[in-house]
């Protein structure tokens, strides 16, 4: 660049030229996104010197020019967003007599050094200006009015050396090279502040009555990317130099090429050149103002042609970069968290709502740079985390709320628009420093969601903004378990190890016999592929590793997103993400992909989606593909149906699906329908509860030999030494497999840690605690004892000994020669360890691993491990266990006349309300088949009572298949409970249709 009056002209490799007053690259070569952002990075620095000093022709007309005097005064701001506008409607650009690169406009605060060469004597020269350095006024008193606010700025910063200090001229305002009309007078920009800084400067303020300085400053830093990075560092940084002092305290007229370099922090001229050949290749950062998010939208199309973020990687973390290490690894952060929140009590708390006005402005102004920008993640992050305190760190006042409901939205539209990378950094920064905060994260979120759902309930899987702050929730569900107690890795089983599992299992004979089954589910995808969590996978962390969360899993759950989800619209969209991913696109969105802000019963309601459709896939594949062979025997049926004897229940079901899972597993995935023998009735729902009632009263009865039952917990628990072979282990997991397919509850109490080994886990210690509470004290005594008697005091070898199906003990040693090996300080942890995975893992894990595969032959395809975590899926088997008749009161409808003002149906739940539990339970089995209560409650079952004719002796009865109960009108209340409490105490066998 000459140092001329020449029109600047900046050469690119492959690029001839830009096009004065265009934003288009002309050459030869294809222009790289960083030549393009360094292209429009020029033209943006021109415009906003042409608004601020002019061209420096006194006879200039252009509108746009500060020489010709039709430019109104503006704030640095004001330019910067009004440059934006320019250069995105290619408007006219002067031939300039003082060269444009002596203003940085887009980083106004920072020193930046421009060496330009004399053609033939090779020298340079260093000019350091200010884009919001003052220019000429049109009178002598606003001169002298800007400089007595300079001066007050000077006193204030030099009460705290932390707070950098722009290089400017303080000495005085010098009129701009060849202005001949009005321009913009400003302050000097601050480039970052403390809580100290800030704190005096408000004290500074107060005392004058007037709070100017205090908003010129934080809309300074708070709506500048790079100003806010390096603001409020928790670590102090390096004294001034006494030099540097000395300048501050008595500004000089002139200052000299070195005392330049001091101000700027540089001490050799390479550093320098460095610095502006790095700044050369940034994107484009400017202050913003309101008006720049529409600037920014009607930009020219080679900003909006660079690719999407989504993969973008953190190139400009500093982070272990160098070593290798992933940086969103790193919990790492420079916040002042202590002072930030002195500040937020200081700002919020004070009457002055002209501060927090200004903050709100500026902080929106902010998120939205970095929605639409390219951006240092590592900068962002440090602001994100600097915005997102002062947001949540509240008292809940008027002035609290007002800055939540109007920062908070844009905060999380900046935030999910980051990388995987970035947002995994900001989740372990929040779980390592911010974890006071995660609840009042999570509340402001769900607050925020719970408020858009209810202004507009049509349109809410559209909505950006809960999108936004649902993705930004998500991020802080990950923070919340990372701040949380952990699993150890090891009780990982992942897919990949199970197939080795199940083989050495297998080779290591047994009593198991080989499966008979083809079907291998262990080789079936745990996951789809566009359906895995990548910030969970760059986390490695998982919801099912915490057992006790700092901020419980259930107040993640909006029950008024939940409930206006439609959530048959929300799975199209999953099913399109799965078609898009196919094609290589993805941008669809839908909430099955978040499904920690789901309630479980919404969550259900996408399973039964799921579940429907394969089965109406696999009728209709079956259909096709026997098109024209009626009449042929052997021909597929569309469904699954189990044909089947009461007095030989168990052995007909398991011949039928051994049949079915050896010859043709995928017809496991039809829809099931059952036909007791010599028994009329069609089965629509009624008949398969009672099947899978039956049945499991049967297999999980103790005389079986499969299961046993622990007197403590009354749970049921694989038998060590079972008399079938795996085959039939396979069979009862497929049962279990079929109810969840079928929409069944199950009368069946698995310890939670069954749930678990489903999703993957192996048992531990913890869950010794549901197991066996009596055996996890005891265990838990021995490690919290301290005393180096511990071999005498416990007396405890590493030969263990357990009771068998026949009552009988057996002793095992846990290690070779266990018995000669005594349990002490230094193995207690050892042996607790070995000890539950005997009995949780090792000692059933044949018999498991056989259960487990029969359950994902019939659930590998499904969303369930997507949506449901393990305490999740055992409401979804056994329902849950909240027994509130008042809320089936209130979801029940009437037919036939009845109403709830009629009086036998008041008399009905008068009666219903003053039975006992027992009792409920066998009138819940009567009506619908199943004693156990869905998930989300009773309020989700949809009872329908409709008369059943006038007052009779006949008794009440039922269809069980669509949950209606039949009764009738009788005369008195006295007879109404007589007769409901003989119908429900005798109806095993009759009075169910």
Request: aromatic share 8%.
């Amino acid at each position: 660049m000459s140092g001329g009056g020449n029109e600047e002209q900046q050469q690119l490799p492959g690029v001839s030229s830009i096009a004065s007053g265009s934003g288009t690259v002309s050459g030869g070569g294809r222009a790289t996104p960083e030549m393009k952002r360094s292209a429009v990075r020029s033209l943006i620095q021109r415009y906003f010197h042409q608004l601020q000093s002019g061209c420096g022709n006194a006879h200039c007309t252009n509108a746009n020019c500060a020489s010709s005097g039709k430019v109104a005064p503006m704030t640095a701001n004001e330019v910067a967003a009004k440059a934006l506008q320019l250069f995105s409607q290619d408007a006219q650009l002067c031939e300039t007599v003082s060269s444009p690169q002596d203003v940085d406009m887009l980083s106004p605060n920072d020193s930046s050094s421009s060496s330009s060469g004399s053609s033939g004597s090779g020298s340079s020269t260093s000019t350091i200006t200010s884009a919001s350095t003052a220019t000429t006024t049109s009178t002598k008193s606003q001169s002298q009015s800007q400089m007595a606010s300079r001066n007050v700025v000077v006193a204030v910063l030099n009460e705290d050396p932390v707070l950098s200090v722009p290089p400017l001229d303080l000495s005085g305002l010098e009129p701009s090279p060849g202005g001949s009309g009005p321009t913009t007078p400003t302050l000097p920009p601050v480039q970052s502040l403390d809580a100290n800084s800030l704190m005096a400067l408000y004290e500074q303020c107060r005392a004058g009555d007037s709070y100017d300085l205090i908003c010129h400053a934080i809309g300074d830093v708070f709506s500048n990317v790079d100003r806010l990075s390096k603001s409020f560092i928790k670590s102090a940084e390096p004294q001034a130099s006494s030099s540097l002092q000395e300048l501050l305290a008595n500004p000089p007229e002139a200052l000299n090429k070195e005392q330049l370099r001091t101000l700027e922090g540089e001490h050799d001229k390479d550093e320098d050149s460095t610095q502006q050949d790095q700044e050369e290749l940034e994107g484009v950062e400017a202050p913003t103002t309101a008006a720049t998010e529409s600037s920014i939208r009607e930009a020219p199309a080679e900003i909006d042609a660079e690719p999407e973020d989504e993969d973008v990687t953190m190139a400009h973390v500093s982070t272990d970069e160098d070593s290798g290490e992933d940086p969103s690894q790193s919990s790492d952060t420079k916040v002042d968290f202590q002072g930030l929140r002195r500040v937020q009590r200081l700002l919020f708390g004070s009457q002055t709502r002209v501060i927090t006005e200004k903050l709100t402005t500026s902080v929106i102004q902010l998120a939205d740079w970095v929605h639409y920008m390219r951006l240092d993640w590592e900068k962002v992050i440090h602001c994100l985390v600097i915005c997102f305190d002062l947001a949540t760190n509240t008292n809940n006042s008027v002035v609290d709320m007002d800055y939540l409901d109007r920062v908070l939205p844009k905060l999380c539209h900046a935030a999910a628009a980051m990388p995987v990378p970035a947002q995994a950094r900001l989740a372990r920064i929040w779980a390592a420093h911010c974890s006071d905060q995660l609840q009042a994260l999570v509340a402001a979120c769900q607050q925020q969601i719970t408020l858009q759902v209810l202004l507009d309930e049509d349109s809410v899987r559209e909505n950006e903004r809960i999108i936004s702050v649902t993705k930004v929730l998500k991020i802080v569900f990950y923070a919340n378990i990372l701040a949380s107690e952990l699993e150890h890795p090891s009780c990982r089983a992942p897919l990949d190890d199970r197939t080795d599992m199940a083989a050495s299992s297998s080779s290591a004979g047994g009593g198991i016999e080989d499966d008979l089954f083809v079907y291998s589910s262990l080789l079936q995808p745990h996951m789809p592929k566009f359906a895995e969590d990548q910030l969970e996978k760059a986390l490695q962390v998982s919801a099912i590793d915490c057992r006790r969360p700092l901020v419980p899993l259930e107040e993640f759950y909006n029950e008024a997103l939940s409930e206006n989800i439609q959530m048959h619209h929300d799975y199209l969209s999953y099913k399109a993400l799965a078609m898009e991913s196919e094609m290589g696109s993805g941008h669809t969105f839908s909430f099955m992909l978040y499904a920690f802000i789901l309630t479980p019963a919404t969550k259900v309601d996408a399973l039964y989606y799921d579940s429907r459709m394969r089965m109406y896939s696999e009728r209709y594949s079956s259909i096709i593909n026997n098109f024209g062979q009626d009449g042929q025997d052997g021909m597929p049926r569309p469904d699954l149906k189990l044909t089947v004897r009461r007095d030989q229940l168990i052995n007909d079901a398991l011949i039928g699906l051994e049949l079915v899972a050896m010859s043709n597993p995928k017809d496991l995935k039809k829809q099931l329908v059952v036909e007791f023998v010599g028994e009329q009735g069609i089965d629509e729902g009624g008949v398969s509860k009672e099947f899978f009632q039956l049945i499991v009263e049967e297999i999980f009865n103790p005389a079986f030999g499969m299961f046993v039952q622990q007197d403590e917990t009354n749970n049921m628990w694989f038998n060590a030494t079972p008399f079938e072979n795996g085959a039939q282990f396979t069979l009862i997991g497929i049962i279990i497999g079929l109810a969840i397919y079928n929409n069944v509850i199950l009368a069946v109490n698995f310890p939670m840690v069954v749930y678990r080994k489903l999703m993957g886990y192996c048992g531990t210690f913890a869950d010794l605690e549901d197991w066996s509470p009596t055996l996890h004290k005891s265990l838990q005594s021995l490690l919290d004892y301290q005393g180096q008697d511990m071999e005498e005091v416990f007396d405890q070898t590493f030969r263990i000994s357990y009771s068998n199906v026949f009552g009988e003990m057996v002793e095992h040693e846990l290690v070779p020669n266990g018995k000669d090996v005594l349990v002490g300080q230094h193995n207690k942890q050892l042996f607790v360890n070995l000890y539950s995975d005997f009995l949780l893992n090792t000692s059933i894990q044949q018999q498991f691993n056989a259960f487990r595969k029969g359950f994902e032959m019939v659930t590998d395809e499904s969303p369930l491990k997507l949506l449901f975590r393990p305490e999740e899926i055992e409401m979804l088997v056994c329902g849950s266990r909240e027994f509130d008749f008042v809320e089936l009161e209130h979801s029940t409808e009437y037919e036939g006349g009845y109403t709830e003002e009629t009086q036998i149906i008041q008399d009905f739940w008068s009666i219903v309300h003053a039975m006992p539990i027992e009792s409920k339970r066998k009138l819940l089995e009567f009506t619908t088949g199943s004693a156990r209560v869905p998930v989300g409650g009773l309020k989700c079952l949809r009872l329908l009572i409709t008369r059943h004719g006038p007052d009779s002796d006949r008794l009440p009865t039922s269809h069980t298949c669509f949950n209606v109960l039949l009764l009738p009108e009788y005369s008195s209340r006295e007879k109404l409970e007589e007769r409901l409490l003989k119908a429900i105490n005798y109806s095993k066998g009759f009075g169910m249709l």
